[in-house]
């Protein structure tokens, strides 16, 4: 069955305009016009990947996406016209995966769209998920799994933050440039304007792992 996607946006242009591109690429939409409404829904049935835009009636997107934070890892991303380098970290921190900015180019939105679910599904390889484990001090990632333990206990993590510090500890022994991050974890080559990313992504991680240990 084709993947899930949920729309939320007050603008009914920018909604319809979503809708058509990810439905021409074979995904599943509905959209919402409110915050109430799609959280309603989420709570119905969890879609595969939620877009938000922040300023919303009822509920906004932040809000939206923190609360589901607390219960799942799907992807999400935020659509706002708020671009400020504080909104783009809060975004980042509250845990969305992404964070673009209107106006957006619909091709570029599906691009990130077709990169989250790249990130958030693995091939079905039969491997032995011990085998194919990488280690780094306490931590240990399990790529078939692709959960993320510390002291053997599981840490929950965003397929983003997955794909973050499975770069990083696969090079645990050499330096990882921006540049580099962008475009194995973001998928963001040559977009100008996403440089912050990986430095907003470290401070959701060092938060999480804080708040884990305090």
């Known amino acids: 069955m084709p993947q899930l996607i949920y729309v ?4 009914k242009h920018i909604r319809d305009l979503i809708q ?11 959209t919402f016009s409110d915050g109430y409404s799609v959280s309603e829904a989420v709570n119905r049935q969890m879609p595969d990947l939620l877009i938000l835009d922040i300023m919303m009636p009822g509920e906004d997107g932040l809000s939206i996406c923190a609360n589901i934070r607390k219960k799942s890892s799907i992807p999400i991303i935020i659509v706002s016209a708020k ?10 921190m509250l845990g969305s995966d992404d964070y673009l900015t209107k106006p957006f180019l619909p091709l570029e939105l599906t691009a990130r769209v077709k990169a989250l679910f790249r990130r958030s599904h693995m091939s079905s390889e039969e491997k032995d998920p ?18 993320v ?5 599981a840490f929950p993590v965003t397929p983003t933050e997955y794909s973050f510090l ?12 921006k540049t580099k991050l962008l475009e ?4 963001c080559q040559g977009i100008p304007g996403e440089t912050r990313m990986p430095d907003d992504l470290v401070k959701r991680l060092r938060k999480k792992l804080k708040q884990r240990n305090s």
Do not use: H
Not at 149 to 153: G, S, V
């Open 149 to 153: 333990y510390i002291n053997d206990e």
């Open 8 to 11: 939320a946006d007050d603008e």
């Open 166 to 177: 499975n770069c990083l500890i696969q090079q645990k022994e050499a330096a990882v440039s």
């Open 184 to 187: 194995q974890v973001w998928g």
């Open 20 to 30: 058509t591109f990810l439905e021409s690429e074979g995904y599943r939409v509905k």
């Open 83 to 92: 671009d400020t380098p504080m909104d783009r970290v809060t975004g980042i």
């Open 130 to 147: 011990e085998a194919d484990a990488y280690y780094c001090g306490n931590m240990t990632l399990r790529p078939l799994e692709r959960k």
